[in-house]
T-cell receptor, first 119, second 120 residues
C-alpha cells in the first residue's frame, strides 16, 4: 500500500516571500503520478501541479514548482512570490500510473498542511 | 462544462435517517470517485467506478454505505441508517483516461464542491 506523509501541519509566510512545503511518500511502484492540491476555505479541491514519476524534469506552473527526488521519495512544493490568495490547506497526493492498461487509480492523500500568507 | 456537480451542498439529518448524496461528473469522463474528508482521517477514497462499474469499494466503511452509478452522468452515495460518526465532507471527483486532450488532461481528477453532512 502507498502512504503519503506531510510532516508540517501548519506554516505561515509573509506576502511576496517564498515557501516550501514538504511531502514524502512510500511505494513499491515504479510508475506513478504525484500531485499537489490546494483547498481554500471554500473547500473546493484545486489541482496545483502534477509530476509524472518517469520524468526527471521538475514540473512548474507559474509561481509553483516542485522538487521531485525519486530515490528519496520526496516531493516538495515551492511557492514563489506568495500571495494572500495562496492561503489554504495543501495536500500532497499519490496515484499509481495504470497507463499500460489505459486505466485510472485512486488518489492517496497526505494529511494536509495549512498555509497562511500574511500581508 | 460546469464541472463536477454535487447536491446537496449541505445536509443535516438525525441519527438513523437515510441520506442520499448525488453527483454528476464532467461529460466525457469515464471514472468517478467518492472521497470522504474528516479531521481525524483526512481525505480517503470510499469507492470508484469505471464506465459505471464499481472497481474498488474497499474504502466503504460498512454495509450502511452503498453507491450506485446507473449511467455515465449520475451517481449516488447512500447511507442508511446514518450515524453521528458519518459526519464529514463527501467529495465526488471524475477523470478521463483517454487520449482526447480536448476532454481533459489524462487522469486528472476534477473535484466537485463537496457535500457537508452533519448527523445529529
Amino acid at each position: 500500500a502507498q502512504t503519503v506523509t506531510q510532516s508540517q501541519p501548519e506554516m505561515s509566510v509573509q506576502e511576496a516571500e517564498t515557501v516550501t512545503l514538504s511531502c514524502t511518500y512510500d511505494t513499491s511502484e515504479s510508475n506513478y503520478y504525484l500531485f499537489w492540491y490546494k483547498q481554500p476555505p471554500s473547500r473546493q479541491m484545486i489541482l496545483v501541479i502534477r509530476q509524472e514519476a518517469y520524468k526527471q524534469q521538475n514540473a512548474t506552473e507559474n509561481r509553483f514548482s516542485v522538487n521531485f527526488q525519486k530515490a528519496a521519495k520526496s516531493f516538495s512544493l515551492k511557492i514563489s512570490d506568495s500571495q494572500l490568495g495562496d492561503t489554504a490547506m495543501y495536500f500532497c497526493a499519490f496515484m499509481k500510473n495504470e497507463a499500460t492498461q489505459g486505466g485510472s487509480e485512486k488518489l492517496v492523500f497526505g494529511k494536509g498542511m495549512k498555509l497562511t500568507v500574511n500581508p | 462544462d460546469a464541472g463536477v456537480i454535487q447536491s446537496p451542498r449541505h445536509e443535516v439529518t438525525e441519527m438513523g435517517q437515510e441520506v442520499t448524496l448525488r453527483c454528476k461528473p464532467i461529460s466525457g469522463h469515464d471514472y468517478l470517485f467518492w472521497y470522504r474528508q474528516t479531521m481525524m482521517r483526512g481525505l480517503e477514497l470510499l469507492i470508484y467506478f469505471n464506465n459505471n462499474v464499481p472497481i474498488d469499494d474497499s474504502g466503504m466503511p460498512e454495509d450502511r454505505f452503498s453507491a450506485k452509478m446507473p449511467n455515465a452522468s449520475f451517481s449516488t452515495l447512500k447511507i442508511q441508517p446514518s450515524e453521528p460518526r458519518d459526519s464529514a465532507v463527501y467529495f465526488c471527483a471524475s477523470s478521463y483516461s483517454g487520449t482526447l486532450t480536448w476532454i481533459s488532461s489524462y487522469n486528472e481528477q476534477f473535484f466537485g464542491p463537496g457535500t457537508r453532512l452533519t448527523v445529529l
